[in-house]
């Protein structure tokens, strides 16, 4: 006898206002989902960090929610580069590949002991807290530099030991970024796209001087500032 073809219900999905993305409504057009302002009969809840916890409160065991409670610590560079220090102090055999890494001011003077040890030998890049695009991002050897360069003494920044000899693709720095899809945090189950993204540097690379530490387009692989690059293709 013939096995019976399966059939589901279509999932409904809800959604505040403020977090409604084209993607969403493409997707559920595309799955024949269908959106829904009533919480209670949705299966998969698509909301902000704001609106996150008030909603995991009443949620029932069956929905599903399109962010993890947490993950936002991950999003910006000081709360990770904390996240990630801590990860290295407690197994530095699998982070090895995690730079000396300072958030500023609260890690100020451990910053300036390891300054003052590298006798002017050691670049450090120095990164906005909650900067995008490359902006306000730059190289420096010496607290006094860096002081004159930030915004003010209390800033809230992120400044890591310069990778002077990174890998290279025909003589250019460049990034690589997979994707991936956390469904799961316990168990952990994650699932990696099939396609990446990498993003070169226009410039050939060379170790950061006197003459070249300002080279944007050398040393960070930002798309919005190489765009401008006459070596973009």
């Known amino acids: ?29 595309e799955h024949s989902w269908t959106l829904t302002q009533d919480v209670k009969k949705a299966k998969i809840i698509w909301c902000s960090e704001d609106e996150l916890y008030s909603l995991m409160s009443s949620a029932s065991e069956n929905q599903i929610f399109s962010k993890i409670p947490g993950m936002e610590y ?69 607290r006094r530099e860096l002081y ?38 316990s168990p952990l189950k994650i699932y990696l796209a099939k396609d990446g993204l990498a993003r070169f540097c226009t410039s050939k690379y060379a170790p950061p001087g006197s003459g070249n530490a300002n080279l944007a387009t050398q040393h960070l692989t930002n798309y919005s500032l190489n765009l401008r690059s006459s070596g973009f293709v």
């Open 1 to 29: 006898c013939k096995s019976k073809k399966k059939t589901f219900k279509p999932l409904k999905i809800y959604s505040y206002t403020s977090t409604m993305f084209p993607i969403l409504n493409l997707v559920c057009t």
């Open 74 to 142: 991950a999003c910006t560079k000081k709360c990770l580069t904390r996240c990630l220090n801590l990860f290295a102090q407690l197994f530095p055999d699998q982070i090895d590949f995690w730079p000396k890494s300072w958030h500023l001011p609260q890690q100020d003077e451990s910053l300036m002991c390891d300054m003052v040890e590298s006798k002017g030998i050691q670049y450090y890049i120095v990164k906005p807290d909650t900067g995008s695009q490359g902006d306000g991002i730059f190289l420096v050897k010496d």
């Open 148 to 185: 004159t360069r930030i915004s003010s003494r209390n800033a809230q920044c992120i400044v890591q030991e310069y990778v002077a000899n990174p890998f290279l693709i025909d003589g250019l720095k460049f990034d690589l970024r997979l994707y991936v899809l956390v469904t799961s945090v």
